[in-house]
């Protein structure tokens, strides 16, 4: 099902993944959450732009055993944990934070 | 989680090409995301996956060597490379990425996680894995 933004329709897969990497921007990062009746925060943001750095350095999306590691490192133990991570995304941190950030899936995600 | 095995993927193919190399890495950080306990061995031509400086852009594909610089987020410490194959090809360690891993052990010290073998001790290697699995 696509995705309208400014009347801009993006093209997404079945589970409402950009097909277009390079079509994200943050409205549409924000349009996404909006589908999932999730309010993006400051918090949120913290790891949507965690997830797009790692992606441009490693061309992959990082499992949520990597994330949770990753963050913990970058943002401090008090974020690098599950249940942080659950409260922000309660749909799998990874899963769900990778769609607003305009990610493929995880690799291993199932 | 439950069972541990020891699984080493064997890559012996170019990383362009074939799709060989790019399955080969999916399997791997799905096999590390459920725990596994995963060692790589890089021979014949596989040896270029995991060579520096790699420019995809007149091939219109993905470029995805940055990708094995994350093996060490996903605890693949492991990375044997063939002394055989990088001399009949002309490289050393030099040319190859530096993949490296945070040792959690030792004050998250910074170590090397590549070890080249000769042919003779990727067979003991390999005859200590529960599964071997060549792309």
């Known amino acids: 099902m696509p995705i309208e933004v400014n009347g801009v329709s993006h093209e997404t897969d079945e589970e409402g993944y950009l097909v277009n990497l390079a079509d994200w921007t943050r409205e549409l990062g924000e349009a996404l959450a909006t589908e999932d009746d999730c309010e993006l925060t400051d918090a949120h943001w913290e790891v949507i732009n965690f997830l797009r750095e790692y992606y441009e350095e490693y061309q992959i999306a990082p499992a949520v055993r990597v994330l949770t590691k990753a963050i913990g490192k970058r943002l401090g133990k008090d974020k690098g944990n599950s249940k942080y991570l659950y409260e922000l995304f309660p749909y799998g941190p990874a899963k769900q934070a990778c769609k607003y950030a305009g990610l493929p899936k995880p690799t291993g995600c199932v | 989680m439950s069972d541990t095995k020891k699984f ?128």
């Open chain 2, 8 to 135: 080493l993927f064997v890559n012996r193919k170019a990383p362009y090409g074939t799709i060989y190399a790019w399955e080969s890495l999916e399997v791997i950080l799905i096999s590390a995301a459920f725990e596994q306990d995963v060692s790589l061995v890089f021979v014949d031509d596989g040896v270029f996956q995991i060579a520096k400086g790699q420019d995809t852009s007149d091939l219109g594909i993905k470029n995805f060597s940055p990708t094995y610089n994350a093996l060490g987020d996903y605890d693949i410490n492991k990375i044997y490379i063939e002394k055989e194959s990088l001399e009949a090809r002309g490289l050393t360690v030099d040319d190859l990425l530096k993949l490296t891993y945070e040792d959690e052990d030792d004050d998250w010290a910074e170590k090397d996680s590549i070890h080249v073998v000769s042919s003779a001790e990727l067979v003991e290697i390999m005859d200590q894995q529960d599964v071997v699995l060549s792309f």
